[in-house]
């Protein structure tokens, strides 16, 4: 990772990270043979971590304005099915427990990032098919969660 834009993380998220992070730094220094791929992996993942750490913004709830935007909770429904999806627009990185997460760089998230509720979106999904998306509800991690 080279970006310094912040990222959103639950705090469930953030602190499952940190215990990653701890669990690779001490094996980093137990004196086991690790070849140098292993190491260099295991080097690769620690940066990573660290870079998300300290650039995420932790449990800090967007405003409850219902723009579509990272720690939100978005209900979309997919024009050409009639079926809808709820799903966190937030780091896939990190877990998020029992809720599908979306990145605000995926095909989906960028296009509904900045959406308002009745706002419809298209996309390209990896197969090449171009997606409708209507945005139904936006609301704060903490706010859904509760």
Do not use: C, K
Request: hydrophobic content about 35%; charged content about 30%.
């Amino acid at each position: 990772m080279t970006s310094t834009r912040s990222v959103w993380l639950t705090p469930e998220a953030a602190q499952r990270l940190r215990t990653e992070l701890a669990d690779l730094v001490a094996a980093g220094t137990t004196r086991t043979r690790d070849d140098p791929a292993a190491r260099g992996r295991r080097e690769e993942r620690v940066r990573e971590i660290r870079e998300l750490l300290a650039t995420a913004v932790v449990g800090q709830d967007p405003p409850d304005d219902g723009v579509a935007e990272p720690g939100m909770v978005l209900t979309v429904r997919y024009d050409d099915v009639d079926d809808t999806e709820t799903f966190l627009l937030g780091m896939r990185a990190a877990e998020h427990g029992g809720i599908e997460v979306y990145s605000p760089e995926s095909p989906l998230g960028a296009a509904i990032a900045g959406a308002r509720p009745g706002d419809r979106r298209t996309y390209r999904a990896p197969g090449g098919r171009t997606i409708g998306v209507t945005l139904l509800d936006a609301v704060p991690y903490g706010r859904a969660q509760r």
